[in-house]
Protein backbone atom coordinates (compact mmCIF):
# COMPACT_ATOMS: atom_id res chain seq x y z
CA UNK A 1 0.00 0.00 0.00
CA UNK A 2 2.75 2.51 1.10
CA UNK A 3 4.30 1.79 -2.66
CA UNK A 4 0.96 2.11 -3.96
CA UNK A 5 0.58 5.66 -2.60
CA UNK A 6 3.68 6.89 -3.23
CA UNK A 7 3.46 5.73 -7.32
CA UNK A 8 0.38 7.36 -7.39
CA UNK A 9 2.19 11.09 -5.74
CA UNK A 10 4.58 10.89 -8.23
CA UNK A 11 2.83 10.00 -11.47
CA UNK A 12 -1.34 10.74 -10.73
CA UNK A 13 -0.45 14.66 -10.80
CA UNK A 14 0.61 14.54 -14.28
CA UNK A 15 -1.99 11.70 -15.76
CA UNK A 16 -5.25 11.87 -13.59
CA UNK A 17 -5.95 8.62 -13.69
CA UNK A 18 -6.86 7.61 -10.61
CA UNK A 19 -9.81 10.37 -8.62
CA UNK A 20 -11.78 9.68 -5.33
CA UNK A 21 -8.32 8.88 -3.20
CA UNK A 22 -9.54 7.45 0.06
CA UNK A 23 -7.91 8.87 2.77
CA UNK A 24 -4.02 7.67 3.38
CA UNK A 25 -4.17 6.59 6.75
CA UNK A 26 -7.30 4.30 6.42
CA UNK A 27 -5.68 2.74 3.96
CA UNK A 28 -2.74 2.30 5.33
CA UNK A 29 -4.41 0.33 8.68
CA UNK A 30 -6.52 -1.79 6.51
CA UNK A 31 -3.57 -2.89 5.04
CA UNK A 32 -1.71 -3.13 8.60
CA UNK A 33 -4.94 -5.58 9.45
CA UNK A 34 -4.58 -7.32 6.44
CA UNK A 35 -1.09 -8.12 6.93
CA UNK A 36 -2.27 -9.22 10.45
CA UNK A 37 -5.28 -11.22 8.58
CA UNK A 38 -5.63 -14.95 7.37
CA UNK A 39 -5.27 -14.99 3.64
CA UNK A 40 -8.89 -13.82 2.61
CA UNK A 41 -8.63 -14.88 -1.00
CA UNK A 42 -6.31 -14.46 -4.57
CA UNK A 43 -6.25 -10.67 -4.01
CA UNK A 44 -4.94 -10.60 -0.26
CA UNK A 45 -4.36 -7.00 0.45
CA UNK A 46 -4.13 -6.06 -3.16
CA UNK A 47 -4.99 -2.39 -3.67
CA UNK A 48 -7.93 -1.79 -6.11
CA UNK A 49 -9.50 1.46 -7.62
CA UNK A 50 -12.32 0.49 -9.43
CA UNK A 51 -13.81 2.13 -12.80
CA UNK A 52 -16.01 5.28 -12.16
CA UNK A 53 -18.75 3.63 -13.31
CA UNK A 54 -19.59 1.11 -10.81
CA UNK A 55 -20.60 1.79 -7.47
CA UNK A 56 -18.43 1.27 -4.28
CA UNK A 57 -19.90 1.70 -0.67
CA UNK A 58 -18.62 4.77 1.10
CA UNK A 59 -17.24 6.11 -2.23
CA UNK A 60 -17.97 9.02 -4.68
CA UNK A 61 -19.55 6.88 -7.33
CA UNK A 62 -20.17 9.64 -10.29
CA UNK A 63 -19.37 7.90 -13.73
CA UNK A 64 -18.19 11.34 -14.62
CA UNK A 65 -21.26 13.17 -14.69
CA UNK A 66 -22.07 16.15 -12.45
CA UNK A 67 -25.72 14.86 -11.93
CA UNK A 68 -23.83 12.27 -9.62
CA UNK A 69 -21.54 14.42 -8.18
CA UNK A 70 -22.35 14.01 -4.56
CA UNK A 71 -23.56 10.42 -4.91
CA UNK A 72 -22.12 7.88 -2.13
CA UNK A 73 -23.72 4.50 -2.50
CA UNK A 74 -24.11 2.45 0.63
CA UNK A 75 -23.40 -1.19 -1.23
CA UNK A 76 -20.95 -2.39 -3.64
CA UNK A 77 -21.99 -3.57 -6.96
CA UNK A 78 -21.81 -7.22 -7.26
CA UNK A 79 -17.76 -7.50 -9.23
CA UNK A 80 -16.88 -5.29 -6.02
CA UNK A 81 -18.11 -7.22 -3.48
CA UNK A 82 -16.58 -9.75 -5.14
CA UNK A 83 -13.05 -8.18 -5.00
CA UNK A 84 -14.04 -7.22 -1.56
CA UNK A 85 -14.67 -11.14 -0.57
CA UNK A 86 -11.17 -11.96 -2.31
CA UNK A 87 -9.25 -9.78 -0.07
CA UNK A 88 -8.60 -6.92 -2.53
CA UNK A 89 -8.02 -3.26 -0.44
CA UNK A 90 -10.59 -0.78 -2.50
CA UNK A 91 -8.61 2.90 -2.70
CA UNK A 92 -10.66 4.97 -5.26
CA UNK A 93 -11.61 5.02 -8.63
CA UNK A 94 -10.19 5.12 -12.29
CA UNK A 95 -11.32 7.97 -13.87
CA UNK A 96 -14.10 7.61 -16.94
CA UNK A 97 -16.41 9.82 -19.56
CA UNK A 98 -19.54 10.56 -18.63
CA UNK A 99 -21.40 7.38 -18.29
CA UNK A 100 -18.74 5.72 -20.13
CA UNK A 101 -20.07 6.93 -23.54
CA UNK A 102 -17.22 7.74 -26.08
CA UNK A 103 -13.45 6.48 -26.46
CA UNK A 104 -11.94 8.82 -24.96
CA UNK A 105 -11.27 9.75 -20.75
CA UNK A 106 -12.94 12.99 -20.00
CA UNK A 107 -15.50 14.61 -18.07
CA UNK A 108 -16.91 17.79 -15.94
CA UNK A 109 -15.90 16.10 -12.54
CA UNK A 110 -12.29 15.42 -12.59
CA UNK A 111 -11.00 16.16 -16.24
CA UNK A 112 -9.46 14.29 -18.93
CA UNK A 113 -6.96 11.32 -18.43
CA UNK A 114 -3.62 11.61 -20.14
CA UNK A 115 -2.28 9.03 -22.29
CA UNK A 116 1.09 8.06 -20.40
CA UNK A 117 3.27 7.77 -23.60
CA UNK A 118 2.00 10.88 -24.78
CA UNK A 119 0.61 13.58 -22.28
CA UNK A 120 -0.94 15.72 -25.10
CA UNK A 121 -2.76 13.11 -26.55
CA UNK A 122 -5.91 10.75 -25.45
CA UNK A 123 -5.80 7.32 -23.65
CA UNK A 124 -8.67 5.75 -24.96
CA UNK A 125 -11.61 4.70 -23.26
CA UNK A 126 -14.35 4.13 -21.31
CA UNK A 127 -11.77 2.31 -19.24
CA UNK A 128 -8.82 5.12 -19.58
CA UNK A 129 -8.18 5.63 -15.84
CA UNK A 130 -7.81 2.52 -15.72
CA UNK A 131 -5.47 0.84 -18.42
CA UNK A 132 -3.15 4.23 -17.53
CA UNK A 133 -2.88 3.18 -14.03
CA UNK A 134 -1.64 -0.09 -15.12
CA UNK A 135 0.63 1.52 -17.53
CA UNK A 136 2.69 3.78 -15.05
CA UNK A 137 2.13 1.09 -12.38
CA UNK A 138 -0.10 2.71 -10.01
CA UNK A 139 -2.04 -0.26 -10.07
CA UNK A 140 -1.48 -4.03 -10.78
CA UNK A 141 -4.92 -4.70 -11.24
CA UNK A 142 -8.52 -3.24 -12.51
CA UNK A 143 -11.10 -4.01 -13.60
CA UNK A 144 -12.91 -2.23 -16.83
CA UNK A 145 -15.83 -2.42 -18.24
CA UNK A 146 -16.62 -2.73 -22.50
CA UNK A 147 -19.49 -2.23 -24.20
CA UNK A 148 -17.82 -0.68 -28.03
CA UNK A 149 -14.42 -1.70 -27.24
CA UNK A 150 -13.86 0.01 -23.92
CA UNK A 151 -11.35 -2.25 -22.55
CA UNK A 152 -9.75 -2.87 -25.43
CA UNK A 153 -9.21 0.39 -27.07
CA UNK A 154 -7.58 1.95 -23.64
CA UNK A 155 -5.35 -1.28 -23.37
CA UNK A 156 -3.85 -0.94 -26.80
CA UNK A 157 -3.53 2.49 -26.51
CA UNK A 158 -1.91 2.71 -23.50
CA UNK A 159 0.42 -0.86 -23.76
CA UNK A 160 -1.25 -3.07 -21.54
CA UNK A 161 -3.93 -5.98 -21.76
CA UNK A 162 -7.13 -5.96 -21.52
CA UNK A 163 -9.93 -8.43 -21.66
CA UNK A 164 -13.76 -8.64 -22.54
CA UNK A 165 -14.97 -12.22 -21.55
CA UNK A 166 -17.66 -13.99 -23.23
CA UNK A 167 -20.80 -12.36 -22.64
CA UNK A 168 -22.52 -13.85 -19.44
CA UNK A 169 -19.06 -14.73 -17.78
CA UNK A 170 -18.86 -11.86 -15.62
CA UNK A 171 -22.78 -11.15 -14.69
CA UNK A 172 -24.18 -7.17 -14.40
CA UNK A 173 -25.67 -5.75 -12.13
CA UNK A 174 -29.01 -7.63 -10.37
CA UNK A 175 -30.79 -5.17 -10.90
CA UNK A 176 -33.43 -3.76 -14.08
CA UNK A 177 -33.71 -5.78 -16.89
CA UNK A 178 -32.42 -8.90 -17.49
CA UNK A 179 -32.86 -9.89 -20.71
CA UNK A 180 -32.70 -7.04 -23.52
CA UNK A 181 -29.30 -5.24 -23.52
CA UNK A 182 -26.69 -8.30 -23.89
CA UNK A 183 -24.18 -5.97 -25.47
CA UNK A 184 -22.00 -4.88 -22.38
CA UNK A 185 -19.96 -6.55 -19.81
CA UNK A 186 -17.33 -6.06 -17.15
CA UNK A 187 -13.76 -7.64 -17.57
CA UNK A 188 -10.05 -7.59 -15.87
CA UNK A 189 -7.18 -5.62 -17.17
CA UNK A 190 -3.62 -6.27 -16.31
CA UNK A 191 -0.06 -5.92 -17.33
CA UNK A 192 0.25 -9.90 -18.61
CA UNK A 193 -2.65 -12.46 -19.69
CA UNK A 194 -1.57 -14.44 -16.33
CA UNK A 195 -2.60 -11.38 -14.00
CA UNK A 196 -5.90 -11.28 -16.07
CA UNK A 197 -6.90 -14.60 -15.47
CA UNK A 198 -6.19 -14.31 -11.80
CA UNK A 199 -8.95 -11.03 -11.90
CA UNK A 200 -10.95 -12.84 -14.29
CA UNK A 201 -11.74 -15.87 -11.56
CA UNK A 202 -12.99 -13.26 -8.66
CA UNK A 203 -15.26 -10.86 -11.09
CA UNK A 204 -16.54 -14.45 -12.68
CA UNK A 205 -19.11 -16.92 -11.50
CA UNK A 206 -23.12 -17.43 -11.38
CA UNK A 207 -25.58 -15.03 -9.87
CA UNK A 208 -28.67 -16.80 -8.91
CA UNK A 209 -30.97 -13.69 -9.53
CA UNK A 210 -29.32 -13.95 -13.59
CA UNK A 211 -30.52 -16.43 -15.36
CA UNK A 212 -28.25 -15.29 -18.48
CA UNK A 213 -25.14 -15.23 -16.38
CA UNK A 214 -22.90 -18.16 -18.15
CA UNK A 215 -19.75 -18.56 -14.92
CA UNK A 216 -18.66 -21.62 -14.28
CA UNK A 217 -19.95 -23.55 -10.97
CA UNK A 218 -17.36 -25.67 -9.13
CA UNK A 219 -14.95 -25.81 -12.08
CA UNK A 220 -11.03 -25.03 -11.90
CA UNK A 221 -11.31 -21.48 -13.40
CA UNK A 222 -9.21 -19.54 -15.54
CA UNK A 223 -5.57 -19.57 -13.81
CA UNK A 224 -3.38 -20.92 -13.88
CA UNK A 225 -3.35 -20.70 -17.74
CA UNK A 226 -2.27 -23.92 -19.75
CA UNK A 227 0.19 -24.28 -22.77
CA UNK A 228 -1.74 -23.51 -25.55
CA UNK A 229 -2.03 -25.99 -28.90
CA UNK A 230 -1.06 -24.76 -31.84
CA UNK A 231 -3.70 -22.62 -33.26
CA UNK A 232 -5.06 -21.64 -36.62
CA UNK A 233 -4.93 -18.01 -36.45
CA UNK A 234 -6.83 -15.66 -39.05
CA UNK A 235 -5.70 -11.61 -39.76
CA UNK A 236 -9.16 -9.89 -40.74
CA UNK A 237 -7.01 -6.15 -40.53
CA UNK A 238 -8.94 -3.01 -41.43
CA UNK A 239 -12.32 -6.27 -42.76
CA UNK A 240 -11.17 -5.34 -46.37
CA UNK A 241 -11.15 -1.75 -46.51
CA UNK A 242 -14.44 -1.31 -44.73
CA UNK A 243 -12.33 0.38 -41.54
CA UNK A 244 -10.22 3.76 -42.70
CA UNK A 245 -6.93 2.73 -40.56
CA UNK A 246 -4.60 5.81 -39.97
CA UNK A 247 -0.74 5.06 -41.77
CA UNK A 248 1.44 2.68 -39.83
CA UNK A 249 -1.34 0.96 -37.73
CA UNK A 250 -2.03 -2.28 -39.94
CA UNK A 251 1.94 -2.49 -40.43
CA UNK A 252 2.66 -2.58 -36.85
CA UNK A 253 0.09 -5.02 -35.98
CA UNK A 254 0.62 -7.29 -38.43
CA UNK A 255 3.95 -7.46 -36.81
CA UNK A 256 1.98 -9.84 -34.20
CA UNK A 257 1.76 -12.47 -36.75
CA UNK A 258 5.37 -12.86 -36.97
CA UNK A 259 5.12 -13.13 -33.62
CA UNK A 260 2.33 -16.23 -33.55
CA UNK A 261 3.82 -17.74 -36.53
CA UNK A 262 7.34 -18.10 -35.02
CA UNK A 263 5.42 -19.74 -31.31
CA UNK A 264 4.18 -22.59 -33.97
CA UNK A 265 0.70 -21.37 -34.92
CA UNK A 266 -0.79 -21.29 -38.47
CA UNK A 267 -1.79 -17.53 -39.62
CA UNK A 268 -2.92 -16.30 -43.10
CA UNK A 269 -5.44 -13.52 -43.59
CA UNK A 270 -8.90 -14.15 -44.27
CA UNK A 271 -12.29 -12.35 -46.32
CA UNK A 272 -14.41 -10.39 -44.18
CA UNK A 273 -17.26 -13.43 -43.07
CA UNK A 274 -19.81 -10.48 -43.26
CA UNK A 275 -20.89 -7.18 -44.42
CA UNK A 276 -19.50 -4.55 -42.05
CA UNK A 277 -22.30 -1.89 -42.64
CA UNK A 278 -25.03 -4.38 -41.48
CA UNK A 279 -23.07 -4.90 -38.48
CA UNK A 280 -22.81 -1.00 -38.21
CA UNK A 281 -26.51 -0.74 -38.48
CA UNK A 282 -27.78 -3.56 -36.17
CA UNK A 283 -24.74 -1.91 -33.19
CA UNK A 284 -26.18 1.40 -33.84
CA UNK A 285 -29.61 0.45 -33.40
CA UNK A 286 -28.71 -1.95 -30.37
CA UNK A 287 -26.64 0.55 -28.94
CA UNK A 288 -29.00 3.37 -28.76
CA UNK A 289 -32.04 1.33 -27.32
CA UNK A 290 -29.62 0.08 -24.55
CA UNK A 291 -28.21 3.34 -23.35
CA UNK A 292 -31.60 5.17 -23.62
CA UNK A 293 -32.64 2.54 -20.95
CA UNK A 294 -29.39 3.09 -19.27
CA UNK A 295 -30.07 7.26 -19.06
CA UNK A 296 -33.86 7.14 -19.13
CA UNK A 297 -32.99 8.65 -15.02
CA UNK A 298 -31.33 11.46 -16.46
CA UNK A 299 -33.68 12.24 -19.69
CA UNK A 300 -35.24 15.20 -18.27
CA UNK A 301 -32.32 16.87 -17.77
CA UNK A 302 -30.57 16.30 -21.41
CA UNK A 303 -28.75 20.01 -21.00
CA UNK A 304 -26.77 18.64 -18.13
CA UNK A 305 -25.26 15.38 -20.82
CA UNK A 306 -22.61 15.41 -22.63
CA UNK A 307 -23.45 15.63 -26.63
CA UNK A 308 -22.88 12.36 -27.25
CA UNK A 309 -25.56 11.08 -24.09
CA UNK A 310 -27.62 13.79 -25.84
CA UNK A 311 -27.61 12.34 -29.65
CA UNK A 312 -27.87 8.31 -28.00
CA UNK A 313 -31.21 9.53 -26.39
CA UNK A 314 -32.75 11.09 -29.38
CA UNK A 315 -31.85 8.17 -31.53
CA UNK A 316 -33.09 6.17 -28.76
CA UNK A 317 -36.86 7.50 -28.01
CA UNK A 318 -37.78 7.43 -31.57
CA UNK A 319 -36.84 3.52 -32.15
CA UNK A 320 -39.49 1.48 -33.15
CA UNK A 321 -40.18 -2.19 -32.44
CA UNK A 322 -39.98 -3.27 -35.70
CA UNK A 323 -36.62 -1.42 -35.61
CA UNK A 324 -35.18 -2.67 -32.55
CA UNK A 325 -36.53 -6.49 -34.13
CA UNK A 326 -34.64 -5.68 -37.44
CA UNK A 327 -31.32 -4.99 -35.60
CA UNK A 328 -31.55 -8.63 -33.48
CA UNK A 329 -32.36 -10.48 -36.52
CA UNK A 330 -29.06 -8.96 -37.90
CA UNK A 331 -27.34 -9.72 -35.09
CA UNK A 332 -28.47 -13.35 -35.44
CA UNK A 333 -27.25 -13.37 -38.69
CA UNK A 334 -23.79 -12.16 -37.89
CA UNK A 335 -23.94 -14.84 -35.23
CA UNK A 336 -24.52 -17.60 -37.79
CA UNK A 337 -21.78 -16.12 -39.66
CA UNK A 338 -19.45 -15.74 -36.96
CA UNK A 339 -19.95 -19.89 -35.78
CA UNK A 340 -18.90 -20.80 -39.75
CA UNK A 341 -15.41 -18.66 -39.48
CA UNK A 342 -14.87 -19.93 -35.82
CA UNK A 343 -15.36 -23.44 -37.38
CA UNK A 344 -12.54 -22.56 -39.43
CA UNK A 345 -10.32 -20.59 -37.27
CA UNK A 346 -9.55 -20.53 -33.72
CA UNK A 347 -8.43 -17.28 -33.47
CA UNK A 348 -9.20 -13.82 -35.54
CA UNK A 349 -6.75 -10.91 -35.30
CA UNK A 350 -7.84 -6.62 -36.01
CA UNK A 351 -6.68 -3.38 -34.83
CA UNK A 352 -7.76 -2.26 -31.36
CA UNK A 353 -8.53 0.71 -32.94
CA UNK A 354 -8.49 2.43 -36.44
CA UNK A 355 -6.34 5.12 -35.39
CA UNK A 356 -3.58 6.55 -33.17
CA UNK A 357 -4.04 8.45 -29.97
CA UNK A 358 -5.79 11.59 -30.55
CA UNK A 359 -5.06 15.47 -29.30
CA UNK A 360 -6.40 15.09 -25.59
CA UNK A 361 -8.58 18.30 -25.87
CA UNK A 362 -10.33 16.80 -28.99
CA UNK A 363 -13.67 15.42 -28.55
CA UNK A 364 -13.34 12.99 -30.86
CA UNK A 365 -11.84 12.16 -34.23
CA UNK A 366 -13.99 13.74 -36.98
CA UNK A 367 -12.18 12.07 -40.05
CA UNK A 368 -9.36 8.95 -40.97
CA UNK A 369 -7.60 9.57 -43.85
CA UNK A 370 -9.71 11.52 -45.80
CA UNK A 371 -12.94 9.55 -45.19
CA UNK A 372 -15.14 11.64 -42.26
CA UNK A 373 -16.55 10.25 -39.51
CA UNK A 374 -20.41 10.65 -39.30
CA UNK A 375 -20.91 9.85 -35.39
CA UNK A 376 -18.68 10.20 -32.01
CA UNK A 377 -17.71 6.11 -32.21
CA UNK A 378 -17.45 5.90 -35.93
CA UNK A 379 -13.83 5.83 -35.35
CA UNK A 380 -14.26 2.57 -33.05
CA UNK A 381 -16.31 0.89 -35.87
CA UNK A 382 -13.29 -1.60 -35.88
CA UNK A 383 -14.63 -2.73 -32.09
CA UNK A 384 -18.21 -3.75 -33.31
CA UNK A 385 -17.98 -7.71 -34.30
CA UNK A 386 -16.92 -8.43 -31.19
CA UNK A 387 -19.16 -6.53 -29.19
CA UNK A 388 -22.40 -7.11 -31.03
CA UNK A 389 -22.49 -11.18 -30.35
CA UNK A 390 -20.46 -10.73 -26.92
CA UNK A 391 -17.60 -12.90 -28.13
CA UNK A 392 -14.78 -13.17 -25.72
CA UNK A 393 -11.69 -10.92 -27.19
CA UNK A 394 -8.17 -10.20 -25.60
CA UNK A 395 -6.17 -6.92 -26.46
CA UNK A 396 -2.59 -7.37 -26.44
CA UNK A 397 -0.29 -4.94 -27.69
CA UNK A 398 1.33 -4.65 -30.42
CA UNK A 399 4.33 -1.96 -30.29
CA UNK A 400 4.66 0.92 -31.62
CA UNK A 401 4.52 3.37 -34.09
CA UNK A 402 7.37 6.10 -35.36
CA UNK A 403 5.72 8.34 -33.29
CA UNK A 404 6.20 6.34 -30.32
CA UNK A 405 2.94 5.77 -29.56
CA UNK A 406 1.56 2.23 -28.88
CA UNK A 407 -1.60 0.15 -30.57
CA UNK A 408 -3.06 -3.30 -29.65
CA UNK A 409 -4.12 -6.01 -31.23
CA UNK A 410 -7.70 -7.66 -30.65
CA UNK A 411 -7.67 -11.26 -30.54
CA UNK A 412 -11.25 -13.24 -30.35
CA UNK A 413 -12.41 -16.27 -30.57
CA UNK A 414 -15.93 -18.27 -30.34
CA UNK A 415 -17.89 -17.82 -26.95
CA UNK A 416 -16.78 -20.11 -24.01
CA UNK A 417 -13.05 -20.07 -25.43
CA UNK A 418 -11.73 -17.65 -22.58
CA UNK A 419 -9.35 -19.75 -21.46
CA UNK A 420 -8.18 -20.99 -24.49
CA UNK A 421 -7.59 -17.07 -25.24
CA UNK A 422 -5.76 -15.85 -22.48
CA UNK A 423 -3.75 -18.73 -22.78
CA UNK A 424 -2.66 -17.66 -26.82
CA UNK A 425 -1.93 -14.06 -25.13
CA UNK A 426 0.02 -15.48 -22.46
CA UNK A 427 2.58 -16.80 -24.69
CA UNK A 428 2.34 -14.34 -26.83
CA UNK A 429 3.32 -12.00 -23.77
CA UNK A 430 6.38 -14.48 -23.00
CA UNK A 431 7.99 -13.69 -25.99
CA UNK A 432 6.89 -9.97 -26.40
CA UNK A 433 6.89 -8.19 -22.89
CA UNK A 434 5.49 -5.16 -24.05
CA UNK A 435 4.45 -3.58 -20.97
CA UNK A 436 7.97 -4.82 -19.07
CA UNK A 437 10.17 -3.36 -22.08
CA UNK A 438 8.71 -0.25 -22.60
CA UNK A 439 8.15 1.73 -19.74
CA UNK A 440 6.16 5.25 -20.45
CA UNK A 441 8.76 8.01 -21.79
CA UNK A 442 8.57 11.03 -19.51
CA UNK A 443 7.20 9.32 -16.33
CA UNK A 444 8.14 7.19 -13.24
CA UNK A 445 9.04 3.71 -14.45
CA UNK A 446 6.40 1.04 -13.20
CA UNK A 447 6.56 -1.09 -10.31
Known sequence: MHRTLQQIDAVNPKVNAIVA??????????????????????????????????????????????????????????????LRAAGALIIGKTNTPEFGIGSHTFNWVYGATANPYAPDRSCGGSSGGAAVALATGMLMLADGSDMMGSLRNPAGWCNVYGFRPTWGLVPGQPRGDLFLHPISTAGPMARSPQDLAILLDVMAGPDH????????????????????????????????GAYPMEPGILDTCKSTLDVLSDLGHSVEEISPPFAADRIWDSWTTLRSFALTA?????????????????WELERGRVLSGQEIQSASDLRSDWQRAAAELFARFDVVLM??????????????????????MDSYHRWMEVATPVSLIGLPCVAVPAGFGAAGLPIGVQMMSAHGRDRELLALAEQYHQVTQWPQRKPPTGLVDPI
Do not use: Y
Open 21 to 82: LRDRDELMAEAEAADQAKTRGPLHGVPIAVKDLANVAGIRSTQGSTLLRDFIPDQDDLFVAR
Open 209 to 240: RQPLSAGRSGSAGMSPLPHPRPMRIGWLGDWG
Open 294 to 310: SLKLFASQPDKLKAAAQ
Open 351 to 372: PTAQCWPFDIKQGHPTKINDRP
